[in-house]
T-cell receptor, first 113, second 114 residues
Framework: EDKVVQSPLSLVVHEGDTVTLNCSYEVTNFRSLLWYKQEKKAPTFLFMLTSSGIEKKSGRLSSILDKKELFSILNITATQTGDSAIYLCAVGAGGTSYGKLTFGQGTILTVHP | DGGITQSPKYLFRKEGQNVTLSCEQNLNHDAMYWYRQDPGQGLRLIYYSQIVNDFQKGDIAEGYSVSREKKESFPLTVTSAQKNPTAFYLC?????????????FGPGTRLLVL
């Protein structure tokens, strides 16, 4: 059974801090790893990491994928209150599971002013 | 203005009642998905469909049913057999012409049991 585990489950920081969110996985026929941000309702897509793209960066957010050790991290530098959200990690598989995503539990990030 | 819409925003179910959640997309995506989100458990896949008139069970399909008669629409029925339906339900879609696993989500429906 495919499994995705995120840590920590919750995190409280102050504006300006840097945070690192972790995601480890055990997936048969790994194809991709995705990060989403969920503020109140719909999760919004942040990054997708694959064998051909193991590092992504967008502004203050960056992510890397370690396919050997089966984990990914999401870094947020100079955090702002608007970064407060649930961060979801999901893994996509190939073969008969192509198109399906397995999600982790999410990390609840709270950024205080 | 392309996107995914879900309705209603809130839905109340009485004991023994079937209720249907709506999901519509105008992104011309082939694939559509239904997830259930409970606190501390992330998203769990209920059903998905990669083509019209075809759908597959996800990890927690018991007590739910779907149909896919049109490309744009993928309604989810929560039947009376689902004993613990209180949750946040999210619909998503993706395109087979790109990375199928890059899914885009609707705003969700919160289902509560009276």
């Amino acid at each position: 059974e495919d499994k995705v585990v995120q840590s920590p489950l919750s995190l409280v920081v102050h504006e300006g801090d840097t945070v690192t969110l972790n995601c480890s996985y055990e997936v048969t026929n790994f194809r991709s790893l995705l990060w989403y941000k969920q503020e109140k309702k719909a999760p919004t897509f942040l990054f997708m990491l694959t064998s051909s793209g193991i590092e992504k960066k967008s502004g203050r957010l960056s992510s890397i994928l370690d396919k050997k050790e089966l984990f990914s991290i999401l870094n947020i530098t100079a955090t702002q209150t608007g970064d407060s959200a649930i961060y979801l990690c999901a893994v996509g598989a190939g073969g008969t599971s192509y198109g399906k995503l397995t999600f982790g539990q999410g990390t609840i990030l709270t950024v205080h002013p | 203005d392309g996107g995914i819409t879900q309705s209603p925003k809130y839905l109340f179910r009485k004991e023994g009642q079937n209720v249907t959640l709506s999901c519509e997309q105008n992104l011309n995506h082939d694939a559509m998905y239904w997830y259930r989100q409970d606190p501390g458990q992330g998203l769990r896949l209920i059903y998905y469909s990669q083509i019209v008139n075809d759908f597959q069970k996800g990890d927690i399909a018991e007590g739910y049913s779907v149909s896919r008669e049109k490309k744009e629409s993928f309604p989810l029925t929560v039947t009376s057999a689902q004993k613990n339906p209180t949750a946040f339900y999210l619909c998503a879609s993706s395109t087979t012409s790109g990375r199928l696993e890059t899914q885009y989500f609707g705003p969700g429906t919160r289902l509560l049991v009276l």
